[in-house]
């Protein structure tokens, strides 16, 4: 018998065992070779990964990254140049199906060990209801939002045919081409702005010209400090200066937002301790995260911030993080997370949607703004490209990944069943036939990576019922997009008790002392863009909107 067996388990306990469980996304087997197996596996496609590269030519090959092949996707607007590129990356994927294999394998032992039926069975048990149910949920979800993403993907495949033409600008059935959507992914279709935006040039907000120009006086004051004939070392030092300086005042304004709310300010440790911008004495990954070093105050964020606009929001996002990390830090180690995974994303873009043109206006960022309709299309346009198209992407990956670990999806039909998914959920498509011969799912990082991915899709939808409850708490009147909690105690006192609880109940509980119900609930993402899927809707009048997944292409003879 085990020391423990016949002691009276507390709920507190119980919970802390479970959370214990799950603590791993790749539970490794218990046979004493396998794990290091297991390691090695993940390390080497994560490295694969890391170093995917497309080269072309014979000799001197041109060798492209991941970043430079997604600045064609975003930029290029040459059919062909997308489609190499698209194709491009994802061969970087190919030789990770046999390690991926494998890795299920050896995954699904792990989880089979600890007592559930498999690894997807184990992602799904860490939302206090039966993985069944959550399964159901996101469903349920993304069933509420499917008709705003259908009128949304109308829209965009008729600017495609417009661009390109009937013939290339849709695949068949109506889908989107995969490789024409602006992102390698089709997971955020903002890069098409230059196509889709409604009304050119009305109404946009210039933050990253009003960080640039403050760069430039920051720039102008460490110039003179260097003194009149400063040599050119003298130059790059101000220069590096003013990034700093320019990074650390966007970080600050982030920062005042929380503090408006009634929390605490950032200790000063973080301001030591935290990247700003890129250091030059060492290659470091620039991708934007948040860390709580000790789980007892010491938070960081880790960042390369360039002054423009989507690093200023992103940091409103991070700081999210830090201060869910704050909040909790009294809780006992294992309940200092997010009520569920899909909490901790959902925080910070809670504050990023209170970012309005008022709000910046008020922070002195940006001038009066144009409250024209047009101008509202425009900027709920620019946050559905973002925020809607990612919705049924957010969705498809993990139902891929429970599917590959239930064994439903055989190795064999690992590609055949990832462009299922996609076609639909997301209504997009390949031009080109995408064999067993490849492995497209190995080309997003979050797969070699093995992390799951539902809890951003339920994220995109929490961050809008989050943000409903707590313009309801800062008692606004008026329509939800024009909601800006921002210097509201009453709304941040509601928000900073729930982020205090962690992980220390269900979070349902959670759910409902923040705003009255415990379930999960997409109504405020319509409510939101209600004004923009009316006008989607008259502008798809006439064309025939949805999808049909194709059919299997015929054998060749």
């Known amino acids: 018998a085990t020391p423990c067996e016949g002691q009276k388990k507390t709920a507190d306990s119980e919970r802390a065992a479970l959370l214990l469980k799950l603590a791993t996304p790749m539970p490794p087997p218990k046979d004493t070779k396998t794990p290091s197996a297991l390691t090695r596996i993940a390390t080497k496609m994560e490295g694969d990964y890391g170093s995917g590269k497309y080269c072309k030519g014979e000799g001197e090959a041109q060798c492209r990254d991941l970043g430079q092949l997604s ?6 607007r040459d059919y062909d140049a997308q489609l190499d590129a698209w194709q491009g990356w994802h061969t970087i994927s190919k030789p990770m199906r046999k390690d991926y294999t494998r890795f299920v394998e050896l995954v699904n032992e792990g989880a089979k060990e600890m007592g559930f039926a498999d690894a997807g069975e184990m992602w799904r048990s860490g939302y206090d209801m039966s993985p069944v149910e959550i399964a159901a949920e996101t469903d349920r979800l993304w069933g509420q939002v499917k008709p705003l993403y259908e009128q949304l993907h109308c829209y965009a495949r008729g600017k495609l045919e417009t661009k390109y033409g009937p013939g290339k600008g849709a695949a068949a059935g109506g889908m989107l081409p995969a490789h024409l959507m602006g992102n390698m992914w089709q997971q955020d279709w903002g890069n098409l702005w230059d196509m889709l935006e409604p009304y ?8 990253t010209g009003a960080w640039q120009k403050q760069y430039q006086r920051n720039y102008a004051e460490a110039v003179s400090k260097a003194g009149a004939g400063a040599n050119s070392a003298a130059l790059v030092e101000a220069d590096r200066a003013a990034q700093l300086e320019t990074a650390k005042q966007m970080t600050r304004r982030a920062e005042e937002f929380y503090v408006s709310l009634g929390m605490p300010k950032l ?25 709580d070093m000790n789980m007892s105050g010491d938070v960081r964020t880790k960042m390369c911030i360039k002054p423009n606009e989507e690093e200023f929001t992103t940091i409103y996002h991070e700081l999210g993080h830090v201060y869910y990390y704050l909040a909790y830090n009294d809780k006992p180690p294992l309940f200092q997370a997010g009520a569920h995974d899909g909490f901790h994303e959902a925080i910070g873009d809670t504050i990023v949607l209170s970012m309005t043109p008022s709000y910046l206006q008020s922070i002195g960022l940006v001038n009066a703004q144009d409250q024209s309709q047009e101008a509202l299309i425009n900027a709920q346009m620019r946050m559905a490209l973002a925020k809607v198209s990612f919705l049924p992407f957010g969705l498809m990956i993990d139902r891929w990944r429970w599917g590959v670990f239930d064994g439903s999806i055989k190795p064999e039909n690992y590609n055949k069943a990832w462009w299922e998914l996609k076609a639909k959920y997301q209504g997009v498509a390949p031009v080109s036939p995408r064999g067993e011969e490849f492995f497209d799912p190995g080309a997003k990082y979050h797969v070699p990576g093995n992390t799951p991915y539902t809890r951003y899709f339920l994220s995109h939808v929490l961050q809008f019922q989050f943000y409903k409850s707590l313009c309801d708490a800062a008692g606004h009147k008026g329509p939800l997009y024009e909601c800006s909690f921002a210097g509201n105690k009453a709304a941040g006192e509601k928000f900073w008790n729930m982020l205090g609880k962690g992980a220390s109940q269900p979070w349902q509980k959670t759910m409902k002392e923040l705003t009255g119900g415990e379930k999960m609930d997409a109504s405020a993402v319509l409510e939101y863009f209600a004004p923009l899927q009316t006008w989607l809707k008259q502008q798809n009048e006439g064309r025939t909107c949805g999808w049909q997944p194709a059919p299997a292409a015929p054998p060749k003879g």
Do not use: M
């Open 267 to 291: 200790p000063e440790s973080y301001w030591e301790k935290t990247q700003f911008i890129q250091p030059r004495d060492r290659d470091v990954v620039c991708h934007a995260s948040a860390w």
């Open 71 to 76: 600045d064609v996707l975003a930029s290029n």
């Open 200 to 207: 050119k040039g009305v109404g946009s907000l210039d933050i």
